[in-house]
């Protein structure tokens, strides 16, 4: 099976330990585009090396998959996207993203839609879940933009800052997509 | 050692799995009351599921507790998906058709409270999977959860069908623990209830 696919103007691929730090440093270092999550930006660059040998391990026990986009001609990190707590039994995963300020609404959408179809479609998976920090508005409003449905939150489920935050639960399942267009 | 305790309610006990339960067990799994979920074929899988429920006690992954009223195991109850570090737990009930609300409710609270007050978890989940009996709903709401969420499709029931799952939580007000070093907390002073310290402190149900 094939992990790495091109959507647009975009590549979405999976990440190589030994060349994609800096890049991943730099994507993962502003606290903004982590916010959501609820995590810390990362601070030193070992981190992001840290981040992709876990990212590789994550994926060898097919727990986990993440992918980097970035532009098919500048070759910029645009975002990460990844599935991680892939349950293959009940055909489920909890998406994840970090996404840059310039992505434009309508190249997320077709990456993203590119991404739930390889999960569908190639994984046989059946409901993609975002779990987000409560209050992630612009976030959110992503999410209800691309098709996301807002199922309700789970109090008090991480700790962030000395905090408990509860995570807001979307979710946008298989039998949510369109009926592909009838070519003739 | 042992990490599970017998605790006491009012009409019954709930009590650590042994191998002498399996008998019992498959009896229980021929009734099984979460939609999907096929009736037991292999009673060796039990046999590893008493394995599993003390390894997850010892792990502090979760934990597994034998429903007994009149010596008769009538359910079970698990606490799964344990986050120790942040204080949270799922629950889930398998009865026997004859176990009453008011008994399922009272396992649950001793339940709840052994892992409040040993290992300060204070916020617990309870997933309730459309089909299963909606009394159920009510009987969580009347024990103090409340409905937060409601994820579509996230309970698999066929080769390619789902139900909804109805997530309740049960947030406990009690302040965060405050963390001292190993050795100084004299409340708590290990998981094992085997140790002569825990032997006078369980219980609301007393350590086995």
Redesign the interface.
């Known amino acids: 099976m094939n992990w790495n696919f091109t959507v647009g103007h975009f590549n979405v691929r999976l990440p190589v330990s030994d060349q994609d730090g800096e890049a991943l440093f730099a994507l993962l270092s502003e606290q903004r585009r982590v916010d959501h999550i609820p995590r810390l930006a990362m601070t030193v660059s070992a981190q992001a090396l840290d981040e992709l040998r876990r990212m590789a391990m994550r994926f060898e026990t097919r727990e986990a998959a993440f992918w980097l986009v970035e532009g098919a001609y500048d070759q910029q990190l645009v975002a990460r996207i990844g599935i991680q707590k892939i349950n293959w ?4 995963t909890q998406v994840q993203w970090e996404i840059v300020d310039t992505l434009d609404d309508d190249s997320l959408a077709l990456i993203v839609a590119a991404v739930c179809d390889f999960c569908f479609d190639q994984l046989g998976l ?2 993609l ?1 975002m779990r987000l920090r409560v209050g992630s508005d612009a976030q959110e409003a992503r999410l209800q933009r691309l098709g996301f ?1 807002y ?9 962030y800052n000395d905090e ?1 935050m509860d995570l807001a ?1 979307y ?1 946008f ?1 298989a ?1 949510d997509r369109l009926e592909p267009a009838q070519s003739n | 050692m042992k990490f599970t305790p017998e605790l006491v309610f009012d009409g019954g006990r709930v009590r650590p799995l042994t191998y002498d339960d399996v008998d019992a067990l498959f009896h229980l799994y021929q009734h099984p009351e979460i939609p999907g979920q096929r009736a037991l074929e292999n009673k060796d899988n039990l046999l590893r599921m008493v394995d599993l429920s003390v390894q997850m006690a010892a792990t502090q992954r979760g934990m597994m507790w034998a429903i007994e009223i009149d010596q008769t195991l009538m359910g079970l109850v698990s606490a799964f998906d344990w986050q120790p570090s942040l204080l949270r737990t799922l629950l889930r009930v398998d009865a026997l058709p004859a176990l009453t609300l008011a008994q399922r409710a009272a396992a649950l609270t001793v339940c709840m409270d052994f892992m409040a007050s040993k290992y300060h978890v204070r916020n617990f989940g309870y997933q309730w999977i459309a089909g299963q009996d909606l009394s159920l709903q009510t009987h969580l709401l009347d024990m103090g959860f409340s409905q937060t969420a409601i994820q579509r499709g996230a309970w698999r029931i066929g080769e390619s069908s789902f139900a909804d799952v109805v997530h309740f939580t049960r947030l406990l007000a009690a302040d965060k623990p405050v963390a001292g070093r190993l050795g100084e907390q004299d409340q708590q002073p290990g998981q094992n209830l085997d140790h002569p310290s825990q032997a006078q402190q369980a219980q609301g149900g007393a350590a086995q």
């Open positions: 039994l009940q055909r489920g059946y409901r879940e449905h199922e309700g939150f789970l109090p008090a489920h991480v700790e408990a639960l979710s399942l039998s």
